[in-house]
């Protein structure tokens, strides 16, 4: 993993013992991640729309079934603000309804994770989700670095379109 980045994780969950475990997972096997837990989608809102970490999560992990705001509420709130769109949502729920599933998907989840999973099956799913999210984010920061650099080499504004 490049040494320039940590990936940013916010995972909210209004269940202390599954907090416990997305943090138990992430220090035992994704060291490099830095994971903020929420107890409720109000803290999460708090957190992003201030932007408390100095900048956007890579990832959001979602419960659906929360009081307050459910995961339902978040993920369609997220996905329509233009500042929260492009952040990858995965959720993580006991629901396995069919019908929530779908929704998820439509609303602009990326994936949908089965909190009935064991341990190494959690793990595995979130190695799967940590590889996209890497590869996604190396990529992005790439383009940036050469857009950055064409615009030192180009002066746009010197250019004339006409």
């Known amino acids: 993993m490049p040494d320039f980045f940590s990936p940013l994780i916010y995972a909210v969950d209004d269940d202390e013992d599954d907090r416990y475990l997305l943090e138990h997972i992430f220090t035992d096997h994704f060291k490099e991640c830095d994971l903020r837990v929420f107890d409720n989608g109000a803290a999460l809102l708090t957190h992003l729309t201030h932007q408390l970490d100095g900048r956007l999560p890579d990832m959001i992990i979602l419960d659906l079934e929360m ?4 995961g339902f509420e978040l ?5 329509q603000n233009d500042d929260f769109s492009l952040i990858p949502v995965s959720i993580l729920s006991a629901t396995l309804h069919k019908e929530h599933i779908d929704r998820c ?10 909190k009935s999973q064991s341990y190494i099956e959690l793990v595995s799913s979130i190695q799967q989700l940590q590889e996209y999210w890497l590869e996604a984010l190396v990529l992005k920061k790439r383009t940036q670095k050469q857009y950055s650099r064409l615009l030192e080499v180009i002066d746009l504004e010197s250019l004339s379109l006409n």
Do not use: A, I
Request: glycine content about 6%; proline content about 5%.
């Open 67 to 70: 009081p307050v705001f459910s």
């Open 75 to 79: 993920l369609h709130f997220l996905k």
């Open 105 to 114: 998907y439509e609303l602009g989840s990326s994936r949908y994770l089965s």
